[in-house]
């Protein structure tokens, strides 16, 4: 054992590349070690189960980490500063303490100090295994984030019960969208070789309360569903399963035809709906808790059951019905757009989900994206939150960074998904945000989700660059509970990735709050969408007309001309706008009272339009673009202050990264606003640079080789 913690506390000898996540337990300043000396003496923690020795053995590791020894294993408390672990059911301690363990439901736990045979100690329980392990990690946060150990009484429980990572991983390695290396599954070598890769993987996720992993892209190939490929799924199963997390795949709606050899897949034909139960059954044998399907239908190019004149919920509730006997969902995605062609893109998925409202299963949740058009740097939430009061609605965040500057733009996503979940839809009055929408309280549904499209891949540091990890953890943080504060996320992270010292903290934490606006005012300001270049959404191309769809143009979404810009959704536009609840639709439709990050969205307006501070919109749009370029300046600056403060290796590549992101800002700003000014003809105004190059230089970069891409 000491050999193995001497190893432990060696830890901070190894190089800062990421790998350790925000569960790096370096060991903690003295002054701070100080303060707990005395405190994680013993620690006495059952064994018996795989999740028990998970927990033993994090606790073991972080505790010997931060502390520079870990506690003595026993299974008495013999003296102060001892810390209880367990259940009623696996620890006599815990049971003798009669807690009030009520209410913290199957994945709640308490962290209490308690007098423990005469002994000061912390006790860690839960109802069940994994409840005591969210605990544990909780234990370990307050010491890797400096708080006082004293008089501790915690309780939480998940508002939302799953909470999943959607992997958009291929079978050839590669992801979708993904811009951290190749897929994390290495399917060749499984089920055989169980990577240490897929526990950390698992110990990140549970730190953080995501209980569900689906490993493949939902542009999904078939043979994910044959035996080779389920033996793999459930070896990544049984690494999963002590950390609490289920593992879910990704189905194509046409296996039955590519895999089981029929002649369709009609939702309601008997043959159809018995090779699905029948391969339900099949995976239930060699995955007892699997979690259930996703699915992409009639949607980009997907089959689905439109294609046999069936509608989504005859779709999903065919493969619900398989599901259900095992205790299955169907995570049915409502992100489509072909249904009417013509259509103003961001009202069909509401045209289409609306009326099916009562129609699906009790085990399908519809999977519907924050926004009503595809992940950009801001939509207003979608219309479909608060109009579906019978059906389950989870959300889909996308975690990855498709339209925001991909690994290397420091972007932190708290504040977006935190906009996205407090809006108002006031659907059943006002109050009904978008977090009660997804927590189920809105309506009364216990059975919720929250999903996020990873962005992990085979990189060492996993996420592409070090302040994407910040996204994945505030991603997990908000699934647990939508009401946290994307600040408070934030300072949890920078404290565990860099340390608690105040002048590290403070203005890394203000330089990730005010990222996501950076980048929303370099790329698409004032409600602008899509500007970016065709199918691999990389740089800006305002101009693009082409290609197969207008609907993937950003000349679609932007619709300027010499007099004006902006996509009318109000009533005399496509009316987009009514598909919300009538107060936020007419505040929408108003232009007295639009806020103006959504102006562009909803309405359409003449380049001289007088904005509520004074200034033309133009003059509004040409400030916006430069704020973003200065924001990022200084974010730049502020990074370089922290040289010294912050590892070389860590700071070598962010600083990097910030100096694409400056030269990637400016690009954005100058080749948006030498096209805009190519249609409006009007000057900059005064003090503004113009853009560094003519417009055609921008329109003739074109980029072969983009990570991530895929021909959608
Ligand atoms: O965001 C878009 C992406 C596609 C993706 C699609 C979807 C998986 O550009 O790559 O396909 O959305 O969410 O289905």
């Known amino acids: 054992m000491w050999l193995l913690v001497a190893c432990l506390c060696a830890g901070h000898a190894r190089a800062e590349d990421g790998y350790d996540l925000w569960l790096r337990y370096r060991p903690l300043p003295a002054a701070q070690a100080d303060a707990y000396r005395g405190r994680a003496t013993q620690l006495v923690a059952g064994t018996s189960t795989a999740t028990q020795a998970a927990i033993r053995s994090e606790l073991l590791r972080g505790l010997g980490g931060l502390l520079g020894r870990a506690p003595a294993l026993s299974d008495r408390v013999t003296h102060d500063g001892a810390v209880v672990v367990g259940t009623p059911a696996s620890s006599p301690l815990v049971a003798g303490l009669h807690l009030d363990l009520r209410g913290l439901g199957r994945e709640g736990y308490l962290v209490r100090s308690a007098v423990v045979d005469g002994h000061a100690a912390t006790v860690i329980a839960g109802n069940t295994d994994v409840g005591v392990l969210y605990g544990a990690f909780r234990f370990l946060r307050l010491l890797q984030t400096a708080q006082p150990l004293d008089r501790l009484d915690l309780r939480d429980r998940p508002r939302v019960k799953l909470r999943v990572l959607d992997h958009w991983d291929n079978l050839d390695g590669s992801v979708e969208r993904g811009y951290a290396g190749a897929s994390i599954w290495d399917w060749w070598t499984l089920p055989d070789e169980l990577k240490p890769r897929y526990t950390d993987y698992a110990r990140a996720n549970a730190s953080i309360g995501i209980n569900g992993a689906v490993l493949n892209n939902v542009n999904a190939d078939p043979l994910v569903l044959g035996h080779a490929y389920l033996e793999k799924a459930a070896a990544l199963a049984g690494v999963f399963r002590p950390y609490g997390i289920r593992v879910y795949l990704s189905v194509r709606f046409s296996a039955p035809i590519e895999l089981g050899g029929l002649k369709t897949a009609d939702p309601l034909d008997p043959q159809v709906r018995r090779w699905w139960r029948?391969?339900?059954?099949?995976?239930?044998?060699?995955?007892?808790?699997?979690?259930?399907?996703?699915?992409?239908?009639?949607?980009?190019?997907?089959?689905g059951p439109q294609d046999y004149h069936r509608s989504h919920a005859d779709g999903a509730n065919m493969l619900a019905a398989a599901l259900a006997p095992h205790g299955g969902v169907v995570m049915w995605r409502a992100f489509v757009y072909a249904n009417k062609p013509g259509e103003d893109r961001t009202k069909q998925a509401w045209d289409e989900f609306k009326p099916l409202d009562g129609q699906f299963a009790a085990n399908v949740l519809l999977q519907v994206k924050n926004g009503p058009l595809d992940f950009q740097p801001r939509e207003p939430f979608n219309p479909l939150f608060g109009a579906m009061p019978k059906t389950r609605?989870?959300?889909?965040?996308?975690?990855?960074?498709?339209?925001?500057?991909?690994a290397t733009h420091l972007?932190?996503?708290?504040?977006?998904?935190?906009?996205?979940?407090?809006?108002?839809?006031?659907?059943?009055?006002?109050?009904?945000t978008v977090a009660k929408v997804v927590d189920g309280?809105?309506?009364?549904?216990?059975?919720?989700?929250?999903?996020?499209?990873?962005?992990?891949?085979?990189?060492?540091?996993?996420?592409?660059?070090?302040?994407?990890?910040?996204?994945?953890y505030a991603f997990g943080r908000l699934a647990w509970d939508p009401t946290l504060s994307a600040r408070a996320i934030a300072e949890a992270w920078t404290r565990m990735t860099f340390g608690n010292d105040a002048a590290v903290v403070r203005p890394v934490v203000d330089m990730m709050m005010g990222s996501r606006e950076a980048a929303v005012d370099?790329?698409?300001?004032?409600?602008?969408?899509?500007?970016?270049?065709?199918g691999h959404h990389y740089g800006p191309e305002p101009w693009d007309a082409s290609g197969p769809r207008a609907d993937w143009t950003p000349v679609y979404f932007h619709r300027a001309d010499h007099d004006g810009i902006g996509f009318d959704r109000t009533a005399t536009g496509s009316d987009a706008v009514a598909q919300y609840a009538p107060p936020v639709a007419r505040e929408f439709a108003d232009l007295g009272r639009i806020p103006d990050r959504y102006l562009l969205w909803f309405h359409h307006v003449p380049w001289t339009y007088r904005m509520r501070s004074g200034r033309t919109l133009w003059d509004a749009l040409v400030r916006h673009y430069t704020q973003g370029v200065d924001d990022v300046r200084r974010m730049r600056e502020t990074w370089a202050g922290l040289k010294g403060h912050v590892d070389d290796e860590r700071y070598r590549q962010v600083a990097s990264f910030l100096a694409i992101q400056q030269r990637e800002a400016q690009w954005w700003r100058d080749a948006c606003l030498a096209y805009f000014q190519s249609l409006n003809g009007l000057p900059l105004p005064a003090g503004y640079a113009p853009p560094a190059h003519p417009l055609k230089y921008y329109q003739s970069l074109s980029f072969k080789y983009v990570p991530g891409y895929s021909a959608w």
Request: proline share 4%; with cysteine.
């Open 278 to 303: 029948e391969k339900a059954d099949e995976i239930y044998k060699r995955i007892p808790d699997f979690g259930g399907f996703l699915v992409k239908a009639n949607s980009e190019g997907q089959p």
């Open 393 to 406: 609605l989870m959300m889909e965040f996308q975690v990855t960074k498709e339209y925001l500057g991909f």
């Open 411 to 432: 972007v932190y996503l708290g504040t977006l998904y935190r906009e996205a979940l407090s809006a108002d839809t006031m659907a059943r009055g006002p109050g009904s």
């Open 441 to 472: 309280t809105l309506d009364g549904h216990a059975l919720t989700g929250i999903a996020g499209v990873a962005n992990i891949g085979a990189d060492r540091d996993w996420c592409g660059s070090v302040f994407n990890q910040a996204n994945w």
């Open 522 to 534: 370099y790329m698409t300001p004032l409600g602008l969408a899509h500007l970016m270049g065709h």
